[in-house]
């Protein structure tokens, strides 16, 4: 979700000099003979700005849009496991982040905003087109997949985060300065375009993604072409209001000035470390000899800033987790509302719509209510504060983690696997495992199968010695079973005697909320089943066991089931999320099919529900965190370096992302223990934030440019004097 200081986009142009107002002012730079723009309506707002408007719409829908099923695509398309699928995620998101840079470089120095939104969307386009078609199953193997997937993100990143600093800007260079009301309202609006879009798309992606089925699987060619026809669109409205524009030439890049006093500076005084040079008051007083008092003055109060950034990526590590780590327990949920079934990237949605509704809030009702109680609720503080809601809102996600593993199968290890019994004979049977002290009750006939239990094997495969004893029959069989597997020892009666079958049984529960079943065929006759109008399922007669089919959670009572003698109505009812089933055909009898169906994984049982308290809660944090967080950077520095400070800012959020995929990649763990190491680290740096906040004595730039003026011109004066003295002399 985009708020207006969230660092995504800004009415003051990344890196170019900005004006004294950050949030009502767009840079000047209008020259006085550039023509005046149409009126919209009579009004005092350009025309220009509708289309600026709709853009900005259309690219928001499409940026956010595809990033919301990222992450199911990688676990689901590509099939990889969820730290890959995460790490990945955040890689891309970190690069969208950093890119902004290279925009504001090339807009500021080089082609200026028009031109530079104007290619950098053709490479967005083109990023997205890409990326579109490599989610076409047809087309190659899965390497060209990957490929084809990895261009696109890397040109979508090159292409959103390159225009991040310049279409905001450029919107606000549309308006006279005379109008600088009308232009404090523009972003405004520019802002409800930003969350209309981000909130739109967040809802309408994952249904075009999971409702609608393309080349027999979830289409994520639609979930993907459907962003990439906004961002078309967008390209196509920005320019056609080509002729409408006003637009200013390259002014400079200030960042490169800062960060050529900086290094100035750090390599003069690396120059100069003899002890019989005079020591100067601050590091960045050696770039003295190169640049102005004034510039050097202004980075100074930047760098005290910066260096407040330090403890900040810690939240946006936390805060981008929504799309990757979030929604993969989200997939492990019942997501039944009743009146309608969520899909598990959907809940995304929550955090603009909150924001939208938090914003107002905390303006009108929750600082106004502080301030009334003399409450010293300063921008440091509320910032902090906005850690520890971050970091709640992860403890409770390592509580919600824990509710969700109790149904999880148990994870499995060297030298162990799992088993289970399921009797399919009319009378109990006794089960024993040679040298193994399981199964110590006999197993009545169709009872539902308790819990997997734990195999010990002496390798990596071993050879058991079964016994069944049955109405005082006693029966041997030898299996060879294998380590982390599972396993179902299926006994039936054949020919009139007792046998038995051993199968696999899936290992975890199915991925993405799905439901898997098998069926087990008990009659005398080959079957096939058809559970929907595009599935078929052929088993072998004699207890033969059909492979597992995945389905989207839904109750199926339109089956049939056909045999040599006819065909018959198949009735599974619901097939639940997560659940995994084995359905036995026992007998056709009055021309219905008699079957017995057991749950051998559990379904999902904790509610997506239980999630909308973390998403209130990070939703809180982002106003307080974030919102203040850029504000009180802004009022601490020049303006001259408003923009630097955006670039800041932008970083932060890229090294949270970096942090991420560091942790998934490097220290993979139990889902609720990574939930429980963010919160903990989160505390940690706010702890330390919170310290350097408490040391931090805010000023007024302007205040201190004063003292600067001042003191330079008495140091003319003294000048001055020392000259004509020596003349006397």
């Known amino acids: 979700m985009e708020i207006p200081p969230s660092g995504d986009t800004l009415p003051t142009p990344l890196f170019e000099t900005p004006p004294r107002d950050f949030r009502d002012d767009p840079p000047k730079g209008d020259s006085p003979l550039q023509k005046k723009s149409p009126k919209l309506c009579g009004s005092n707002y350009p025309l220009s700005i509708a289309f600026i408007v709709v853009n900005e719409f259309c690219e928001r829908f499409s940026y956010y849009g595809m990033r919301a099923v990222l992450t199911l695509y990688f676990l689901s398309f590509f099939h990889w496991d969820e730290n890959l699928s995460t790490a990945v995620y955040h890689a891309f998101s970190a690069l969208c982040y950093f890119t902004p840079v290279i925009g504001a470089i090339m807009a500021d120095s080089w082609l200026g905003k028009y031109k530079t939104i104007i290619y950098l969307s053709i490479v967005y386009v083109v990023g997205h087109l890409i990326k579109s078609v490599g989610a076409i199953p047809s087309l190659g193997n899965q390497a060209v997949h990957v490929v084809l997937s990895m261009v696109g993100l890397f040109l979508i990143a090159l292409g959103t985060g390159g225009i991040k600093p310049c279409v905001s800007a450029f919107g606000g260079d549309q308006f006279e300065e005379e109008h600088a009301s009308e232009r404090s309202k523009f972003f405004s609006i520019f802002y409800l375009s930003i969350n209309a879009g981000s909130l739109i798309s967040t809802f309408v992606t994952p249904v075009l993604r999971g409702d609608v089925k393309c080349f027999g699987e979830d289409c994520y060619a639609l979930a993907f072409g459907v962003p990439a026809a906004l961002m078309v669109l967008a390209l196509v409205v920005f320019i056609a209001g080509s002729g409408l524009y006003r637009k ?62 330090i403890p900040l990526p810690m939240f946006w590590a936390l805060f981008d987790q929504q799309g990757s780590r979030w929604t993969l327990q989200a997939t492990k949920m019942n997501a039944d509302f009743g009146i309608y079934v969520l899909q598990p990237d959907q809940m995304q949605f929550l955090n603009p719509l909150l924001i939208l509704v938090f914003i107002p809030i905390f303006d009108l009702g929750l600082y106004p209510l502080i301030n009334m109680c003399k409450l010293n609720f300063t921008p440091i503080r509320k910032m902090a504060t906005g850690m520890i809601l971050a970091g709640l809102a992860f403890g409770l996600a390592a509580v919600i983690e824990v509710k969700i593993n109790e149904t999880d199968m148990p994870r499995l290890v060297p030298k162990e696997s799992l088993i289970r019994v399921l009797n399919l004979a009319k009378n109990p049977v006794q089960v024993t495992i040679q040298d193994k002290d399981l199964f110590q009750q006999p197993v009545e006939s169709f009872q539902n199968p308790a819990e997997y239990s734990k195999l010990i094997l002496n390798g990596e495969q071993q050879s058991l010695h079964f016994t069944l004893q049955h109405q005082g029959l006693t029966l041997a069989f030898n299996y060879t079973v294998k380590e982390k597997s599972v396993y179902s020892l299926i006994v039936f009666e054949a020919e009139g005697s007792l046998s038995s079958r051993l199968i696999t049984d899936l290992e975890a529960k199915p991925e993405n ?135 800041g800012w932008l970083l932060t959020v890229a090294v949270g992302n970096t942090f991420v995929l560091i942790v998934a990649e490097a220290a993979p763990m139990a889902q609720w223990a990574e939930f429980v190491l963010f919160t903990v680290l989160l505390f940690a740096v706010c702890i330390i934030f919170s310290i350097m906040g408490y040391f931090y004595v805010s000023v007024d730039p302007e205040d201190l440019e004063e003292k600067e003026e001042k003191r330079e011109t008495s140091s003319r004066g003294n000048m001055i004097g020392l000259v004509t003295q020596k003349t006397k002399l």
């Open 248 to 309: 200013t030439p390259p002014q400079g890049n200030v960042l490169l000035e800062v960060c050529k006093c900086i290094g100035f500076a750090i390599k003069n005084r690396l120059k100069n470390r003899s002890r019989e040079i005079p020591k100067r008051d601050h590091w960045l007083d050696w770039a003295s000899e190169k640049y102005s008092k004034q510039l050097i003055g202004e980075v100074k109060m930047v760098t005290r800033v910066l260096f407040l950034f």
């Open 513 to 647: 909320g799905l439901a898997a079943v098998r069926f087990i065929n008990g009659l005398s006759q080959d079957v096939n089943l058809t559970i929907d109008s595009k599935r078929f399922i052929a088993v072998q007669k004699n207890y033969s066991a059909s492979e597992y089919s995945l389905l989207e959670r839904d109750i199926y009572n339109n089956g049939k089931c056909i045999t040599e003698t006819g065909e018959f109505p198949l009735e599974l009812g619901l097939l639940d999320f997560g659940a995994s089933y084995t359905v036995v055909i026992t007998n056709i009898s009055g021309g219905a099919v008699e079957m017995w169906k057991s749950e051998d994984i559990k379904a999902n049982n904790v509610h997506m529900a239980w999630q909308l308290p973390q998403y209130l809660l990070i939703s809180a944090g982002e106003v307080m965190f974030s919102i203040t967080g850029l504000a009180f950077s802004y009022s601490q520095s020049p303006a001259s370096m408003k923009s630097v400070l955006q670039a």
